[in-house]
């Protein structure tokens, strides 16, 4: 399974106050992950504690049964989970067949503490985003 590339985490809004050393960084971490069209990635309501960044395919995303909108490469979900185990808020399910680079928190935590400018960088994405 490939891992996540520079290139790709560039294009994704959430990382882009990050320069390519902090991208490579972030990369290494993120696992692929395969979901067949109909799949649910994430159900909501269920514990949470990995992102997902789409490299291929579309997703489905709904709330409390209703539909929130369709996502794509480059498109992420799971954020929240980067900084609290908190349930997911939605439900994600594979629209068609799809590749995505998933990352759990605990694997984040240590380029964090070995570099805050991260973490300060991360905390601002998602401040605009909320």
Same mark, same amino acid.
């Given at each position: +399974? #490939?891992?996540?590339? %520079? /290139? +790709?985490? &560039?294009? %994704?809004?959430?990382? $882009? =106050?990050?320069?390519?050393? *902090?991208?490579?960084?972030? /990369? @290494?971490?993120? &696992? *692929? &992950? &395969?979901?067949? @069209?109909? #799949?649910? %990635?994430?159900? *909501? =309501? /269920? $514990? #949470?504690? /990995?992102f997902f960044v789409i490299e291929e395919g579309e997703a489905e995303a709904t709330r409390d049964g209703e539909p929130r909108g369709r996502l794509g490469p480059g498109d992420f979900f799971g954020e929240i989970a980067l900084i609290a185990y908190s349930p997911r808020t939605a439900t994600i399910v594979a629209a068609t067949d799809l590749v995505c680079h998933s990352m759990a928190a605990w694997d984040l935590t240590p380029i964090l503490e070995a570099n805050p400018a991260i973490a300060g960088k991360l905390e601002t994405a998602m401040a605009e985003r909320a």
């Open positions: +399974m #490939a891992p996540a590339s %520079v /290139a +790709m985490l &560039r294009n %994704v809004p959430l990382f $882009s =106050g990050l320069d390519d050393g *902090e991208l490579a960084q972030i /990369a @290494e971490t993120m &696992r *692929e &992950r &395969r979901f067949p @069209e109909g #799949a649910t %990635v994430v159900r *909501e =309501g /269920a $514990s #949470a504690f /990995a």
